[in-house]
């Protein structure tokens, strides 16, 4: 859905902030992933509102967008970072992240991985298994440092969101589980070069419902006075990230107040905690639009329209994956009858599609299409499979705009192979 103020039509042409689309695309050409900063701004302004009486270190979720002039916005705001690989932790420095608010997760760190993040000095680990924190220890101890670790624990709740997002039940690879974590963190205590400091969760993503919130914080709070009791200290309760939005007309943003109610409430007798969120998705999802031209329209002779434009699956993977809904609307608005279409684009696989069976206005050959909310898991989940180039990608502030990654060669296709 295009959001306001920042995404709009003026007289029939689709601008971000004040600037039309189809004047940036005469620069920089299609396919482009387009960025709002106000609305990156905004975002953040609004989750920060909700928790102004907590204290909450929050870290950007890199993996959502890992332009480093996006994570640089939320840098600037004070946010940290959420980092899940070396390269995501090579980017977040870039970004001009402050080493002490990274924060890293992920199920198979590798040694590299590991002594990279030692290293650099990250605020902590949050780790996922028993041999990992033995690894972490070995090599914390080999470089002569104390690593401070979190261990993230699988609540065992279900996100009730879709099974690919879901983190937090029984069968999915993510955490420890509650039993297990008590005899890892006792484990823990006794590592000399391993420092406890938190807790970490997360539950799944895309919530729209965060009911499943309250259920899953009122299991970390009873744990964390469970540690309390065996002397173990937890500073920081992670509650990782997850907050849904609207893809769709019908749905609406969750109510962040009660979002930060459900978080904070169970922890009121533990006034030592701060809490790190790790969102992703709700800071950059609906900044995002990426545009595209169509290439052509070809109709079969069962009724069946194609509207073949030139970004697809290896650009948003989202709608093949997961079978997102991504509202796709004209950059210059014709008012012409709607046909129902298939949006496709020039992947040599069937599952290779924005839309299917929608109903968007009628388009011709060049025409400019925004598909909208594209700015989570669009770019950087984005593959040169069938060599084509990478989207470029465009920062807008007000009325200027940066192109932030410049468009691709053949030979940047080819960077790397001997
Ligand atoms: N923290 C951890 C440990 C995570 O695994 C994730 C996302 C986040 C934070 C950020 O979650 P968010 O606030 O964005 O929900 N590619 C999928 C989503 C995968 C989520 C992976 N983990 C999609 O396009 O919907």
Do not use: W
Not at 203 to 216: K, V
Request: charged share 25%; net charge negative.
């Amino acid at each position: 859905m295009i959001l306001e103020p920042y995404i709009y039509y003026k007289e029939n042409q689709l601008m971000m902030e004040e600037l039309k689309i189809e004047d940036i695309m005469k620069e920089t050409g299609t396919p482009a992933y387009l960025y709002s900063k106000g609305s990156l701004l905004n975002q953040l302004k609004q989750l920060k509102e909700a928790f102004q009486n907590s204290n909450v270190l929050f870290c950007y979720s890199l993996k959502v967008c890992h332009n480093i002039n996006i994570a640089n916005v939320f840098v600037n705001e004070g946010c940290g970072i959420d980092i899940v690989s070396g390269g995501e932790l090579y980017r977040a420095l870039k970004a001009g992240a402050d080493p002490k608010k990274i924060v890293y997760s992920g199920v198979a760190k590798t040694s590299k991985e590991i002594k990279e993040a030692i290293e650099a000095d990250i605020l902590m680990f949050n780790v996922e298994s028993e041999q990992e924190l033995m690894r972490i220890n070995s090599i914390a101890a080999s470089m002569n440092k104390k690593v401070s670790i979190s261990l993230r624990i699988n609540p065992g709740v279900d996100a009730k969101t879709h099974p690919y997002i879901t983190t937090g039940m029984k069968e999915n690879k993510f955490g420890i589980d509650c039993e297990m974590g008590l005899e890892i963190y006792k484990s823990a205590m006794q590592m000399e070069n391993i420092n406890i400091c938190g807790i970490d969760l997360h539950i799944g993503s895309q919530l729209l419902d965060i009911t499943p919130y309250g259920e899953a914080m009122k299991v970390v709070a009873d744990y964390v006075r469970t540690l309390k009791s065996m002397n173990i200290p937890i500073k920081y309760v992670d509650i990782g990230g997850g907050i849904g939005i609207p893809y769709t007309a019908d749905k609406s943003t969750p109510d962040l107040l009660e979002y930060a109610r459900l978080i904070t409430e169970p922890f009121k007798d533990l006034s030592e905690i701060t809490f790190i969120l790790e969102p992703g998705r709700f800071l950059t999802a609906q900044a995002g639009l990426l545009i595209t031209e169509v290439q052509y329209i070809k109709d079969n002779s069962y009724g069946k329209r194609f509207v073949i434009v030139d970004t697809g699956m290896h650009h948003l993977i989202r709608p093949s994956l997961y079978q997102a809904y991504h509202e796709i609307i004209p950059v210059i608005k014709k008012e012409k009858q709607k046909n129902k279409v298939d949006v496709v684009g020039p992947i040599c696989e069937s599952s290779d599609f924005l839309a299917k069976d929608r109903l968007i206005e009628e388009a011709k050959q060049g025409d400019l299409l925004a598909v909208t909310d594209a700015g989570a898991y669009g770019m950087s989940m984005a593959s040169h499979y069938n060599s084509h180039e990478l989207p470029v990608e465009v920062l807008v502030s007000k009325d200027a705009y940066k192109i932030i990654k410049k468009r691709e060669t053949y030979v940047d296709l080819l960077q790397g192979e001997l």
